[in-house]
């Protein structure tokens, strides 16, 4: 009797516990479902508004661009839970929405960001920066150069024409921008030059009175001179002397500003050296170097010594020097009392050695020899015989010489072929591997700037609105008062105590200094006789 009630007992349990099971399962099936059908219903009821609604108003509650996408193009009866909700009045002006949007015509490709900017804003920038340059070039390349720079922070411009710059189709356009002054070679700047201080000193002399680049040299050294005088009236912090070949990549700022990384300079700092990068083309038609060509050869100071010399001969690929031209990169200096140019590459004080650095990421992108055509302009613009002796006196460096003797002596298909073996990077798995080991890089921020720009029409608006307001007559004008200011400036920095003569007063700045240093010309990176040469030292 005992053990039946035990058992009964056990059975009651068991059953028991399988219908508390039961109740809990099916108390899990039915909480989420009732969940889910009472968010339904606050939902369809409009209960559930996003909270951003009650900040933005009803009819700005879309994304630029969304008139056209499913989102942007539905909306519900009520209109009061859709937070993607438009009116019909943008709906109907979707299109001409989309095309501003995107800053182009419909034949055009990609999305432009620069639509709007204002280039010729007073702001009171700092610091307030200048290029100096001298140029031969053509509109097509010095309005993307141009442009660039000012996205990046540049605001005055100090240009040096002669050739296809100094033709009026071109100048009108580059005087009709803010900030752009442009000079001429006449006869009276030449003049002007002649009488300049730096003929009287020993730091420029190695190149007087030689043709070709030595000339470029010299010419370039007496515009900075003059820039130095403009940049100071001016009132600028910075000044940069920059072919129109050549970018400069500010790498390392907290944005991509060279306004940034100047400002962040410390006070006690006279001159920024930028080390260079050199163009390496992997076409032989390039025919907009900027837009076109992304992959760059480091410079020696930005690579570990047993990657530049241990591939050394994979990237020299049997040139004379690791660069194809100079390596000794440009500079920026702060504008100040007594400053001189030293070369195109550097600036110097007459009253003091400069306290300089190095930057160890920004660079300049030099773009050279980046067209096919670059071999015959450079032998168009020199009169030298193509031999070895001769071209000497023309060319500083030596790729620049073989590239002269080629252009002069070979035929066409000679030329390109020539041109294609020395100069473009055709090997796929060469260039994979200098990439990997970071002799190569690729830079793509400048070519994506420009594209942006020529895509903002901006380049486009610069020349038809100059044919709009021809400022050749003023540009003349401009141009004749810069040489009067200039040369009042220069007259007043030479005169000391009442002394009218300039050369005695020249002479008795230059005793203060103690050594008086020779220009720096385009120098080729260090090679191995180089390095052996400074071990042995």
């Known amino acids: 009797m005992a053990g039946y009630r035990s058992t009964s007992s056990s059975a009651a349990g068991g059953g028991g516990a399988a219908v508390f099971a039961m109740r809990v399962l099916l108390l899990l099936t039915l909480l989420p479902l009732a969940l889910a059908a009472f968010a339904f219903a606050l939902q369809w009821r409009g209960g559930m508004r996003d909270p951003t609604g009650a900040v933005w108003p009803a009819d700005t509650q879309r994304f630029p661009g969304m008139e056209n996408s499913p989102l942007g193009s539905s909306s519900s009866t009520g209109g009061r839970g859709s937070y ?41 920038i700092t610091p307030k920066i200048c290029i100096t340059g001298s140029t031969s070039a053509s509109l097509h390349q010095i309005l993307p150069w141009l442009y660039y720079h000012k996205v990046i922070g540049v605001s005055h411009f100090i240009l040096f024409v002669e050739g296809e710059a100094a033709k009026p189709a071109v100048t009108s356009v580059l005087e009709s921008i803010r900030g752009v002054k442009i000079i001429f070679r006449t006869k009276e700047l030449k003049e002007q030059q002649d009488r300049s201080r730096i003929w009287n000193e020993t730091w420029l002399s190695g190149f007087f009175y030689k043709p070709c680049n030595y000339e470029l040299f010299v010419k370039q050294s007496l515009n900075m001179e003059m820039a130095i005088v403009m940049a100071r009236e001016a009132g600028m912090d910075w000044i940069i002397h920059l072919d129109t070949d050549e970018l400069i990549h500010p790498a390392g700022a907290r944005e991509y500003s060279l306004r940034r990384l100047l400002l962040d300079v410390p006070d006690n700092v006279d001159m920024v050296i930028f080390p260079n990068y050199e163009s390496s083309v992997e076409r032989d038609d390039i025919k907009d170097p900027f837009t076109e060509v992304s992959m760059f050869k480091k410079n020696y100071d930005h690579l570990p010594k047993d990657t530049y010399f241990g591939l050394y001969k994979e990237a020299t690929r049997g040139n004379p020097n690791y660069f194809l031209t100079y390596g000794n990169g440009k500079s920026a200096a702060r504008v100040q009392e007594h400053m001189r140019p030293n070369g195109a590459h550097r600036w110097h004080n007459y009253m003091k050695t400069p306290n300089e650095i190095k930057l160890e990421e920004a660079a300049i992108l030099h773009y050279t020899y980046t067209k096919f055509s670059d071999l015959t302009s450079r032998r168009d613009r020199c009169g030298c015989k193509p031999t070895k002796e001769d071209v000497k006196r023309c060319f500083i460096l030596e790729f620049d010489r073989l590239a002269f003797i080629i252009a002069s002596t070979a035929t066409e298909q000679e030329m390109r072929n020539w041109y294609r073996e020395h100069v473009v990077w055709t090997d796929k798995d060469t260039n994979l591997k200098l990439l990997r ?101």
Not at 98 to 104: D, P, S, T, V, Y
Not at 460 to 474: D, E, G, L, M, R
Not at 490 to 502: P, R
Request: glycine share 6%; charged share 20%.
């Open 84 to 124: 993607f909700a438009v009116s019909s009045a943008s709906a109907s002006s979707a299109a001409a929405d989309c095309a501003e949007i995107l800053g182009r015509s419909a034949s055009s490709h990609g999305i432009s960001l620069y639509r709007g900017w204002s280039f010729d804003s007073d702001t009171a």
């Open 437 to 537: 080991k970071g002799v190569l890089t690729r830079i793509y921020a400048p070519m994506a700037i420009i594209r942006g720009l020529k895509e903002s029409g901006i380049f486009i608006n610069a020349v038809t609105s100059a044919k709009a307001h021809p400022t050749a007559n003023i540009a003349l004008e401009n141009n004749k008062s810069i040489h009067t200011n200039v040369t009042a400036a220069q007259s007043t920095t030479l005169k000391e105590g009442g002394n009218d003569n300039s050369q005695a007063t020249a002479r008795k700045i230059l005793e203060m200094i103690d050594v008086q240093e020779e220009a720096m010309p385009p120098m080729s990176p260090p090679g191995f006789l180089e390095l052996i040469e400074s071990a042995l030292s």
